[in-house]
């Protein structure tokens, strides 16, 4: 490969929660590990892979100049997302107008709710639900109605339509979150399956605000299918959200972006993001934007997804085949795993708080899924170099998941 997918750089001191864990864990942070071992980090949802060079290169030749005052978003920015979206997902005919910068997507969300709903209006989303959007509908007096997922007879995840509708009506819901490719389950919607969703929002006059950040990192075989192009309703009642931080690991820099083509519901959002003066683009994050989206910010992706695609097929058929009573559905985008350990937990009286102690005290630091709301479960990153990743199952099967080694009992576990 050209790019960098390999090395293990060490990142303790340097800004990175997934490694600088407190003395004491929080109840949202691993623990740190027993002496004699060093960490894995498979918790939060970003990457340990250096980010593309032409990003390094576009923010330090900017910092060459020694000014960094007021300013407005470069032509360059507008061009680079509308250049991205065409290439990427077969976008045609978006244009500045449309884009607008979000500090992240849950402000975005944030604001789009305060735009579209009142204090104790209900909203809906699918079950297991990402974590983000029930602390910030919670915080700003909204309240979630869930609709769970379920397997096909091939074990693919898919939306209740049925459910859905009657949640809607009986809660008088008209707005929705929708997360394509969905986080935590890593599932890429097919079109027939957005179209339905859609159809379904249509009759029921449902805004959407559809969280598309993961939209980049698909894995083998499938494809991203922007919810604003499946029809021309869906385009005009649809607020989505992006942003290359998980694609480029940039979060810590701040910046997504909305796209509305509807020009009152534009209006609307960028009202409510405005009002606290603080939704503001970051300079450097601007001209990270603008290296990120080039075309070697198109070959790095590239690459990106088949090195996850090739860490997602290691671990599901390691998990598969070693730890029994273990079950996950296999992502067909992001870089997580989600865990279902139900079976594993009955069968020898374990909690999740046991697998994950177990886990945390020998370095390999996931998380807990249940805040994702789904009992028994485990959430997993997988953007780590293949040589940790093997690390991390073989440590999971010697010390966590017990009874899945007992032949190799005696067999030396590296990495220590």
């Not at 109840?27 to 060093?38: L, N, R, T, Y």
């Not at 890429?188 to 159809?199: K, L, Q, S, T």
């Not at 998941?401 to 032949?407: H, K, L, Q, V, W």
Request: aromatic share 10%; hydrophobic share 35%.
């Amino acid at each position: 490969m050209k790019y960098d997918f390999t090395s293990i750089i060490d990142r303790h001191g340097m800004d990175a929660i997934a490694v600088d864990l407190p003395d004491k864990t929080d109840g949202f942070a691993p623990s740190k590990p027993k002496e004699g071992f060093d960490q894995i980090p498979m918790w939060v949802a970003d990457m340990n892979f250096p980010t593309v060079p032409s990003v390094i290169r576009a923010i330090t030749d900017r910092a060459q100049h020694p000014m960094f005052g007021y300013f407005s978003p470069r032509k360059e920015y507008f061009d680079a997302v509308i250049n991205w979206q065409e290439e990427r997902n077969g976008v045609k005919g978006l244009t500045a107008e449309c884009i607008g910068y979000e500090n992240g997507v849950l402000g975005g969300v944030v604001s789009a709710l305060e735009a579209f709903t009142a204090p104790g209006d209900k909203v809906l989303v699918h079950s297991p639900t990402y974590i983000g959007f029930e602390g910030s509908v919670a915080n700003c007096g909204r309240a979630l109605v869930h609709s769970s997922l379920i397997p096909d007879d091939r074990g693919v995840l898919r939306m209740n339509y049925k459910d859905m509708e009657e949640k809607i009506q009986k809660h008088r819901i008209h707005t929705a979150i929708f997360c394509s490719p969905h986080n935590p389950c890593g599932r890429v919607w097919e079109r027939w399956e957005i179209e339905e969703a859609m159809e379904i929002y249509r009759r029921n006059d449902v805004i959407v605000i559809s969280d598309e950040i993961w939209s980049d990192i698909i894995l083998d075989g499938y494809r991203h299918i922007p919810t604003q192009s499946v029809s021309e309703d869906a385009r005009n009642r649809t607020i989505a959200m992006y942003a290359p931080s998980k694609t480029f690991n940039l979060a810590g820099l701040v910046g997504s972006y909305h796209i509305i083509y509807n020009s009152l519901l534009r209006d609307r959002v960028r009202a409510c993001g405005s009002k606290s003066h603080y939704n503001s683009m970051n300079l450097l994050s601007m001209y990270a934007l603008i290296g990120a989206y080039t075309q070697e910010g198109h070959e790095w992706v590239d690459e990106l997804c088949a090195v996850i695609t090739e860490n997602v097929d290691y671990a599901c058929n390691f998990i598969e085949h070693n730890l029994k009573g273990v079950r996950t559905t296999r992502p067909q985008g992001t870089y997580m795993l989600y865990l279902d350990c139900t079976e594993y937990c009955k069968r020898h009286g374990k909690t999740v708080d046991d697998l994950l102690a177990a886990a945390w005290d020998v370095g390999v630091d996931y998380q807990d899924g249940r805040p994702f709301q789904k009992e028994n479960t485990i959430r997993m990153n997988l953007a780590l170099p293949m040589e940790r990743i093997q690390e991390a199952m073989r440590r999971l099967k010697r010390y966590v998941f017990i009874d899945s080694c007992s032949e190799h009992a005696g067999e030396e576990t590296g990495g220590r």
